[in-house]
């Protein structure tokens, strides 16, 4: 997969729940990264979802954590600067403290790194969602910041005023990654739909699946039908990759 010792350009590769990688214009953006070192066998890698740091040591990676729940970090990220020279962590308020030297956040904060913008948002749930600029494209990247509507019976307007009022608006999503959660089906699956209508982002990526990858594919025909016509990347599996731009 590497070219030159570095991953293609301009890609995007699923890991697992809630975690991506993304390399956008020579920077790598990893965001929410939990698996344990024992869930890696010796053919591991990004192709099963798996980060090998060894292989990003020719990369300029940015390591984002939203937040502190299990299936969104691990410390492991934080042996990562053993192997690669040039790593940078976004890190929000509520992680447990570190060795490791990083960026920390609170809610409605913004930092630049190198030139990487970074602004953060409250979540409806623990730690923060980000939105994350670079040379011009704009990416969101939800965390937990959701719909939770568990016994389904709370207004799409509530998700739409108190939680997604103060998100960059202005300046158009390029890359959305939204939660699109399986357990919320027809319960506003996650407010994936109210984000979509509300920000109409460039490409839509769904995260936060537990591995129901064909819960993504229903929540696609529901976005076609109210109208949602822009690019939608239907999750398929760990490893799963996509092209952009």
């Given at each position: 997969m590497n070219i030159n010792g570095k991953l293609p350009d301009?890609?995007?590769?699923?890991?697992?729940?809630?975690?991506?990688?993304?390399?956008?214009?020579?920077?790598?953006?990893i965001f929410d990264y939990f698996i344990a070192p024992g869930q890696i066998t010796e053919?591991?890698?990004?192709?099963?979802?798996?980060?090998?740091?060894?292989?990003?040591?020719?990369?300029?990676?940015?390591?984002?954590?939203?937040?502190?729940?299990e299936d969104h970090f691990n410390p492991v990220v934080f042996d990562w600067n053993k192997s690669i020279p040039d790593i940078h962590y976004i890190l929000s308020y509520?992680?447990?403290?570190?060795?490791?030297?990083?960026?920390?956040?609170?809610?409605?904060?913004?930092?630049?790194?190198k030139d990487i913008r970074v602004r953060s948002y409250p979540s409806t749930d623990d730690g923060?969602?980000?939105?994350?600029?670079?040379?011009?494209k704009h990416i969101y990247f939800s965390g937990d910041n959701a719909f939770w509507n568990w016994d389904g019976d709370l207004d799409d307007d509530i998700y739409e005023?108190?939680?997604?009022?103060?998100?960059?608006?202005?300046?158009?999503?390029?890359?959305?990654?939204?939660?699109?959660?399986?357990?919320?089906d027809g319960m506003g699956d996650g407010g994936i739909h109210i984000f979509a209508r509300k920000f109409q982002p460039k490409l839509l990526v769904p995260i936060h699946s537990f591995g129901q990858y064909e819960f993504n594919a229903r929540?696609?025909?529901?976005?076609r039908k109210s109208?949602?016509?822009?690019?939608?990347?239907?999750?398929?599996g760990r490893g799963d990759s996509f092209s952009i731009f």
């Open positions: 301009n890609s995007i590769w699923h890991l697992i729940q809630s975690s991506f990688l993304l390399k956008l214009n020579g920077k790598v953006m053919n591991s890698g990004i192709e099963t979802g798996v980060i090998r740091p060894e292989t990003l040591i020719n990369e300029e990676v940015y390591v984002f954590v939203s937040h502190s729940h509520d992680l447990p403290k570190s060795q490791v030297k990083g960026t920390i956040l609170r809610p409605n904060e913004e930092k630049t790194l923060l969602a980000y939105s994350i600029y670079v040379k011009g005023r108190i939680a997604l009022a103060d998100i960059d608006g202005e300046k158009a999503m390029d890359i959305a990654f939204q939660v699109c959660d399986p357990r919320l929540v696609e025909n529901r976005l109208g949602f016509e822009n690019t939608y990347w239907c999750v398929s």
